[in-house]
T-cell receptor
Framework: GDSVTQMEGPVTLSEEAFLTINCTYTATGYPSLFWYVQYPGEGLQLLLKATKADDKGSNKGFEATYRKETTSFHLEKGSVQVSDSAVYFCALSSLTGGGNKLTFGTGTQLKVEL | KAGVTQTPRYLIKTRGQQVTLSCSPISGHRSVSWYQQTPGQGLQFLFEYFSETQRNKGNFPGRFSGRQFSNSRSEMNVSTLELGDSALYLC?????????????FGPGTRLLVL
């Protein structure tokens, strides 16, 4: 079945450091790929998405490129801020049964310190 | 537009009881999905409804059920609660349920089973 593998956290960085969170996936067909972020006590917010190979999703300084050849969708940001501290989830959307669903990675907790 | 709303936000129940959670999607969205989030299992798909029909179901026991009304609002029910059902239950909506569509999440209902 479909699966998403994320790098283990927590990840602790100093403010203005470069961020990479690795994400690889296994899926049949051509899934859409997403990064969601979860702040403490809240639901999930979409950070960015890509729906086909070589697409680059970007938002708020975060970027991720859909790499079909390496089945990856790594999240990057050039300069993190304390306000970026949260849990980040990589996910894919795939057809299953009569509809489709999101399959999530385990999440990576990011802590940014001054 | 108002976002996805879920009620109640917090709930405490005892083993053996049943519980009903409610979700109101973004106006115009016809697809509603439910997810369970626990520290041990992460985010897992429960089911998806579209136009009052369940079109997709995750790997959960029959104690977990749901329905969708003609106004797209959805409810999920858990009968005979077990301690392991303690979790954050997230609802997400999207316009038609296409795999490329973003799922917009509500803040969740946190259920504690004692």
């Amino acid at each position: 079945g479909d699966s998403v593998t994320q790098m283990e956290g927590p990840v602790t960085l100093s403010e203005e450091a470069f961020l990479t969170i690795n994400c690889t996936y296994t899926a049949t067909g051509y899934p859409s790929l997403f990064w969601y972020v979860q702040y403490p006590g809240e639901g999930l917010q979409l950070l960015l998405k890509a729906t086909k190979a070589d697409d680059k999703g970007s938002n708020k300084g975060f970027e991720a490129t859909y790499r079909k050849e390496t089945t990856s969708f790594h999240l990057e940001k050039g300069s993190v801020q304390v306000s970026d501290s949260a849990v980040y989830f990589c996910a894919l959307s795939s057809l299953t049964g009569g509809g489709n669903k999101l399959t999530f990675g385990t999440g990576t907790q990011l802590k940014v310190e001054l | 537009k108002a976002g996805v709303t879920q009620t109640p936000r917090y709930l405490i129940k005892t083993r053996g009881q049943q519980v009903t959670l409610s979700c109101s999607p973004i106006s115009g969205h016809r697809s509603v999905s439910w997810y369970q989030q626990t520290p041990g299992q992460g985010l897992q798909f429960l089911f998806e409804y579209f136009s009052e029909t369940q079109r997709n179901k995750g790997n959960f026991p029959g104690r977990f059920s749901g329905r969708q009304f003609s106004n797209s609002r959805s409810e999920m029910n858990v009968s005979t609660l077990e301690l392991g059902d303690s979790a954050l239950y997230l609802c997400a909506s999207r316009p038609t349920g296409g795999s490329q569509e973003t799922q917009y999440f509500g803040p969740g209902t946190r259920l504690l089973v004692l």
